[in-house]
């Protein structure tokens, strides 16, 4: 039984293990071909060139390091540099390369955790084949292959967000999620997260680490601190027009919605406080429910930040996992309708397909608007179901 069980479980394997090295292999030939790829990658590897030499992160439009076709502005932490510093012994495409084989990896081990975090699952979801399984499947839902084409690091943040939620045990707990935030700011509700299952000193953990290294960075790079914490980062201009359709956040709804006012942020922070109530009230109450606390945290944090691009909604993947596992032993074709509408949604690209160029939100029709919100509908949507449901009951 041992040796044929071997060969079966490689074969599972196999499809999983290939794409990582796909990316490698590509991002070699891309290098010697002089390809473009990886625009998000190529400014990461900038920022880590410039914290070498001395170079300041934000005072002008671009970095010197960056090619000619990723010419864009430093946007994360001057904190984020250093999680980008092994890309500086690689060129550009090479860098694209390794960032993809460690997305897709990370990924892979999201699924992993997600089943391992779910005690009462049907009996045709076996652990090892599922996430065999998903790991190949979810690469065609448009949030997982755009952050692996642009060379995105939401696969890996979400990775090391989930690691310390549902599979960290050590006296370490937290330190994740602080880290996770040094790099990009929005891990920061995941502390919100820590206190409401009643993890505080794992909270106190991550926000200590935060902290810490903001301290850090400011005794070594003094000015780019400052200039982050005072200007950058209320900055829009350093992320792109926020209004075009791929922002798929409460706030871009209301900047399509309003021709682009400037008042938008007024008018969403009270809103997304009015939604953040139930839901942390929600996470609060199902502490012992690990993987829907933290969707609803995740998909929370999607839905109020100033900015979520189509690619941050990576927490399809867990979600995915969730509604498999809501499933029957034997499910019915109707079973299916939850699962199939979410997958749509996210798979069939159709926020690429709307109007999107020229400021041509700011005159769509109706459906249109309908459509091109999808993304951030599926979480409103489902709340929605979710509290019709609770209140009949």
Known sequence: MIQTAAPTRSRVWAPVSLFPAVCG?????????????????????????????????????????????????????????????????????????????????????????????????????????????????????????????????????????????????????????????????????????LLLIGRRADAARALATFVALQGVFYLVVPHDVSQFWGHAVRDPQRIGPIHWAGNQSLNGLILRLSDNADWTMRVAVPIGILLAIPCLLWVRRHRDRPLPALLVTAFLGLVVSPVSWSHHWVWTVPLVVFLLSRLPDRPRPRDFAGIGAVIVVYASCVLLAMRHSDDIELEWTPGEFVIGSSYLLVPLVAGAIFLVRHLRR
């Open 25 to 193: 292999v590509a991002g070699i030939v891309g290098w010697l071909l002089g390809w473009h790829l990886g625009v998000d990658s190529a400014v990461y590897r900038s920022g880590a060139v410039a914290l070498l030499s001395s170079e300041p992160l934000y005072d002008l439009p671009h970095l010197s390091a960056e090619p000619s076709w990723a010419r864009l502005p430093f946007t994360y932490p001057p904190t984020a540099t250093l999680l980008f510093l092994p890309l500086t012994l690689v060129p550009t495409q090479v860098a694209w390369g390794m960032l993809g084989a460690v997305s897709i990896t990370a990924m892979v081990w999201v699924v992993k955790l997600s089943i391992e975090a779910i005690p009462v699952r049907p009996q045709w979801m076996d652990p090892a084949r599922t996430t065999a399984v998903l790991g190949v499947v979810l690469l065609g839902i448009e949030p997982v292959w755009r952050t692996v084409l642009l060379g995105q690091i939401n696969l890996i943040l979400m990775a090391v967000i989930v690691i310390d939620v549902l599979g960290n045990r050590n006296q370490l707990r937290g330190v994740l999620i602080g880290a996770a935030a040094a790099v990009k700011l929005t891990p920061l509700i995941f502390v919100v997260h």
